[in-house]
């Protein structure tokens, strides 16, 4: 098996600037991936994700296996066939989505749940998840865990134990299924092992020195949810501290905020996914340089200007605000589309100034000026 290859093209710290190269294109990082959780980013089509420049997706295996089923996108040539995305794809292994099902039974060989959809009984467990992700036919898959929301360390600690004694099941089938795929000819995929503890230091820190001795081709960092706080931030240094430099870190689910971005970007992230800025946007609030609006308030009714003059979007090229706050009054589902791209492009190009700033010596000046304008207009 090949491993998946990253460049490090420049470091200052933790921070980096490199490029993962996966078998369907490159993602030049720190890069933000668009949560296509059903295998469609909500609202914008795979075309308008390229043309605002998104570098890849990242779909959910847990909402796949139950509709349309891993099989089916399999007959239909994997998830690059199967919906016309051909850049480079990721899949969550579904942990996270077990943590908001109230029925699902835990045990130490996998999940037991109801499908939401029509109630049916189904079995999640490391090799299901493996299995599941290779038919999909992501580029890099996360090895199935316990993502968990808790500030009760016994509850967190047994989270994290269930992960690491799961991870060794993911990389086991993994390697099978890697090796059928090599005899049958087929692209290769890759696996991240995701790192747990919660918020508790020593947690963390047991977490990441295990996964940092597996064989795996990179990291997803689970189990976060907000960099408000320092002690979020101190969590993500000491994670990257110590899981191997040579490979790419994936913060899971994180970018609800700009800060989030900014923050795992200077400890060392590579790679972030999160639906908040097309959730948000479909509720009216739209990001701007100077902070969140909500394009419903009255002073949009007659702003004959774009959103955000400096965005490149195309709905800020297009459209002024007035038109949008008209389209959202008549809950016209074209101002969702239009809203759903200025927030997903504004999130993939402060990744991209982030990039450039690495690149150039710059990045504590950009946070600075990003960070003053947006939190304290």
């Given at each position: 098996m090949s491993e998946l290859k990253f460049d490090i093209e420049k470091q200052t710290g933790l921070m980096r600037a490199g490029v993962i190269h996966t078998p369907h294109g490159d993602i030049k990082t720190p890069a933000f991936i668009g949560a296509a959780t059903r295998a469609a980013v909500?609202?914008?089509?795979?075309?308008?994700?390229?043309?605002?420049?998104?570098?890849?997706?990242?779909?959910?295996?847990?909402?796949?296996?139950?509709?349309?089923?891993?099989?089916?996108?399999?007959?239909?040539?994997?998830?690059?066939?199967?919906?016309?995305?051909?850049?480079?794809?990721?899949?969550?292994?579904?942990?996270?989505?077990?943590?908001?099902?109230?029925?699902?039974?835990?045990?130490?060989?996998?999940?037991?749940?109801?499908?939401?959809?029509?109630?049916?009984?189904?079995?999640?467990?490391?090799?299901?998840?493996?299995q599941a992700q290779w038919k999909i036919g992501s580029d890099i898959h996360m090895a199935f865990d316990q993502a968990i929301d808790s500030t009760d360390k016994e509850l967190v600690r047994a989270a994290m134990i269930r992960t690491h004694n799961w991870l060794p099941r993911n990389r086991a089938e993994y390697q099978r299924l890697s090796e059928e795929a090599r005899k049958a000819g087929k692209p290769q995929q890759y696996l991240y092992a995701v790192v747990q503890g919660g918020l508790f230091e020593d947690l963390r820190r047991e977490s990441a020195e295990l996964m940092a001795t597996q064989p795996v081709d990179g990291y997803g960092i689970g189990s976060l949810y907000t960099t408000e706080t320092e002690e979020t931030a101190n969590i993500i240094k000491l994670t990257n501290e110590i899981i191997p430099n040579n490979k790419p870190r994936h913060l899971l689910g994180m970018g609800s905020e700009p800060r989030d971005l900014f923050v795992g970007a200077k400890y060392g992230c590579d790679t972030f996914d999160c639906v908040a800025p097309t959730r948000q946007a479909r509720n009216g609030?739209?990001?701007?340089?100077?902070?969140?609006?909500?394009?419903?308030?009255?002073?949009?009714?007659?702003?004959?200007?774009?959103?955000?003059?400096?965005?490149?979007?195309?709905?800020?090229?297009?459209?002024?605000?007035?038109y949008l706050h008209h389209l959202y009054k008549v809950d016209e589902i074209t101002g969702k589309t239009l809203a759903s791209i200025h927030n997903e492009r504004f999130v993939v190009r402060i990744c991209d100034c982030i990039r450039e700033s690495i690149l150039n010596d710059t990045f504590d000046e950009y946070m600075s000026d990003f960070m003053s304008k947006y939190y304290n207009h």
């Open positions: 909500k609202a914008i089509t795979h075309a308008q994700m390229r043309e605002l420049g998104s570098q890849g997706i990242l779909a959910n295996t847990y909402h796949l296996i139950l509709t349309p089923g891993p099989d089916l996108i399999e007959q239909g040539g994997g998830l690059a066939e199967f919906t016309g995305w051909h850049g480079p794809t990721f899949t969550d292994s579904g942990g996270f989505q077990m943590l908001s099902l109230t029925d699902a039974k835990i045990d130490h060989d996998g999940v037991t749940f109801r499908s939401h959809i029509d109630g049916a009984k189904i079995r999640m467990n490391p090799e299901i998840s493996m609030a739209l990001y701007t340089p100077y902070g969140r609006i909500n394009i419903r308030n009255a002073k949009y009714r007659d702003m004959f200007a774009p959103i955000d003059p400096e965005c490149d979007c195309y709905c800020c090229k297009n459209y002024n605000a007035a």
